[in-house]
């Protein structure tokens, strides 16, 4: 059974940092892309970030170009997103994802992950 587990989530100040860990589990086999998303209070889920392993160009959102940085840890089956100079527009549920489609898009689209963390609280505050 796969399992997308993610950490590091909390509450910070605008202009601080978090680390968001997402640790799979249960598959053997490597995932098209792996993604963070996050949804508002009253937003759509929205893509954050993808690493694409066919060596597409990572995606960032331009909401967060120059503040997050998504990598991977292979040797620890473990996702991050580096969050530095957050705002208070990006309090929101984090998740992460990943998929095992044959083709996807070239930035994350929610339908195209099969696969879902069940989602961590940040929140910012001015």
């Known amino acids: 059974q796969v399992r997308l587990v993610e950490s590091g989530g909390g509450s910070v100040q605008a202009g601080g940092s978090l680390r968001l860990s997402c640790v799979v589990s249960g598959y053997t086999y490597k995932f098209t892309c792996v993604s963070w998303f996050r949804q508002a209070p009253g937003k759509e889920r929205e893509g954050v970030a993808s690493i694409y392993t066919d060596g597409s160009p990572t995606y960032y959102a331009d909401s967060v170009k120059g503040r997050f940085t998504i990598s991977q840890d292979m040797a620890r089956n473990t996702l991050y997103l580096q969050m530095n100079s957050l705002k208070p527009e990006d309090t929101a549920i984090y998740y992460c994802?990943?998929?095992?489609?044959?083709?996807?898009?070239?930035?994350?689209?929610?339908?195209?992950?099969?696969?879902w963390g069940q989602g961590t609280q940040v929140t910012v505050s001015s």
């Open positions: 994802a990943a998929s095992t489609g044959i083709e996807v898009s070239a930035r994350p689209i929610e339908y195209e992950h099969n696969y």
